[in-house]
């Protein structure tokens, strides 16, 4: 429980948003201007969530040093630092605002306008928003050019929130209660059955450079979505970030073939990581109001049961 609460403070927090930041920053700018693959948001959004608004302060300060550091030591340079940081920072602290505001709204019982909320606001307006204050600093900064730095940004930071806040949320939702957010040991055969499988099924897909069998890691997630507790389904886009990322980076695979830059396909990368879980989340949310419902139900029985009866 100890070693969980370290990890979701505020300085455990700045380091891995500092390491994420640098590693986008140092490998995803492929034109010089903005990244082009961006989680830092999505991963201090998934923090902020489980605080209380009025103690984010601790994580936005050093977040926003981590930023600030990470851009100016490899990005576009100590003038755009302080900018930027601020930009990224507000850009997770208001995904972790709207995640609070519509959760309190929809959840768990209309689930549908939760994920158009979810997918409208955090996951295009927000980006959108960012990317106009981001592509004006770019220009003033550094005289990068405008159109191409923002679409540059939206896809970036928009598939990065789509893609990977539910991820982050699900972790720091797990650590703040000081447990693990891996496969307890009662799942870990099941788990190990699952992502070996998944991990072997997607090596074989981005060996093959035939695309059309990039469908079947992306139908594997939903049926895992459909059946499978959260500890598991939520490890197999990051497996698939992993393998698949890292072997198109490396030149295999269906959307290495593409005829486009580098860069784009990078980007085709996060848009097909992005589609996944946009097709697996809504699942994921339907089953979990489920059994919160079920567990509901259950409660009241036995209250019923035991002569007793709960609003």
Known sequence: ?????????????????????????????????????????????????????????????SCGLASAVATGL???????????????????????????????AFWPYDTLEWIVSYYIGIALMLPLLTGALATGTGWLTQDLPPVENFTYWIIGHSLGLLACLPIFHYVFARLTRGRSFLPSSQQLPLATVVMGSYALLT??????????????????????????????????????????????????????????????????????VGVSVFAAFP?????????????????????LEAGRILP
């Open 283 to 303: 699942i994921t949310c339907e089953r979990t109001r489920r059994i919160a419902q079920l567990r509901t139900m259950q409660r009241r029985i036995a209250a």
């Open 1 to 61: 429980m100890r070693l969980a609460r370290a990890l979701s403070g505020p300085a455990a927090t700045a380091i891995f948003y500092f390491a994420l930041a640098a590693g986008s920053v140092m490998f995803a700018r492929f034109s010089g201007g903005v990244a082009m693959a961006w989680t830092a948001s999505a991963f201090l959004a998934g923090r902020l969530i489980h605080l209380p608004e009025q103690r984010w302060s601790g994580w936005l300060l």
């Open 203 to 272: 090596v074989l897909v981005f060996t093959l450079d035939m695309r059309a069998l990039l469908v079947f890691p992306l139908v594997y997630l939903v049926v895992s979505a459909a059946v499978l507790p959260g500890s598991i389904t939520a490890i197999l886009p990051v497996i698939m970030i992993a393998i698949g990322g890292g072997m198109t980076i490396s030149g295999h695979g269906p959307i290495a073939g593409m005829d486009m830059d580098f860069g784009d396909r990078v980007q085709f990368f996060q848009l097909y």
């Open 74 to 104: 490899f990005g576009l340079g100590w003038l755009s630092a302080g900018p930027f940081a601020v930009i990224n920072i507000a850009e997770a602290a208001g995904a972790a605002w709207l995640w609070r505001r519509i959760s309190k």
